[in-house]
């Protein structure tokens, strides 16, 4: 079934993990995808290829740069002229130690709130604007993590905030936009298994220790959803969060 047939879909960090699998699953629906990486690698051009595109057909744009979330939906815009849905999965995680050289501290932080935080937000507002022109209306999906509602380790309070902030704007743009049908999600997804999940033997078995479900989720059922809420299925759940973490964490 085409649930996305006709729809222009802008997924950010598309080359690996949830933008991969979002990316085959929304191509598949029907949708034309614009895919996004920070660099050329061997993992986009087989993404590209598995959506019938090249690798050139990549949009690459660092998100630590200034302004990088405006040059990439300028970029998706002078491409295809319209976006009827964007996908805000791009992101990093690196330690914010509460010990050691505070140049660590700080790096951290400035890094993560840039790519986590500032680039989606730059993102999000040139689609509103896009979405108001075009007076057609707009849905954006936005992931951020378990850890943005209960937190996350004592050297990763960068990460953590980062997708607090990322929940807080969706709920604020989902309230003041709702009447333009302009809607907005949040995924909060626990372990995925991408290359963030735990790799060490101690490690994978102390995290699924903590998840009723007995394992960690596949980016197949993270992007399953994603396409879901791009259809339009289901409006009134604009604003709403969808955790994707096998019943570890409950709200």
């Known amino acids: 079934m085409q649930q996305l047939k006709g729809k222009t879909i802008l997924i950010t960090g598309a080359a690996r993990g ?38 050139n057909d990549f949009l ?6 200034p302004d990088a979330g405006f040059s990439l939906t300028s970029r998706a815009l002078e491409r295809t002229g319209r976006i009827d849905g964007v996908v805000n999965n791009a ?8 010990s050691g050289d505070v140049s660590t501290w700080t790096d951290g932080w400035s890094k993560t709130l840039a790519v986590n935080v500032q680039a989606p937000a730059d993102i999000c507002r040139a689609a509103i604007s896009h ?23 004592v050297e990763n309070a960068a990460y953590a905030a980062s997708k607090g902030a990322v929940l807080a704007m969706t709920k604020t743009w989902a309230r003041g936009l709702a009447a333009e049908d302009i809607l907005l999600y949040a995924i909060a997804p626990g372990w995925v298994e ?15 220790k903590e998840i009723p479900l007995g394992r960690v989720a596949q980016p197949e059922e993270v992007g399953a959803t994603v396409a879901f809420l791009l259809s339009g299925a289901c409006p009134s759940a604009t604003g709403s969060t969808i955790d994707i973490n096998g019943a570890s964490y409950v709200r």
Do not use: W
């Open 18 to 55: 949830i933008g991969a699998a979002t990316a085959k699953i929304c191509h598949d629906a029907g949708a034309q995808v614009l895919l996004h990486a920070g660099s050329a690698s061997d993992a986009s051009a087989k993404v590209a290829e598995s959506v019938g595109q090249g690798a």
């Open 60 to 65: 690459y744009e660092d998100f630590s740069a």
């Open 91 to 98: 992101g990093m995680f690196t330690a914010s130690p509460l």
């Open 131 to 153: 979405f108001r022109a075009r007076g057609e209306g707009g849905i954006i999906v936005n992931l951020a993590s378990r850890a943005g509602h209960r937190g996350d380790g």
């Open 194 to 208: 991408t290359r963030m999940a735990p790799k060490d033997i101690e490690d994978r078995k102390n995290a699924l």
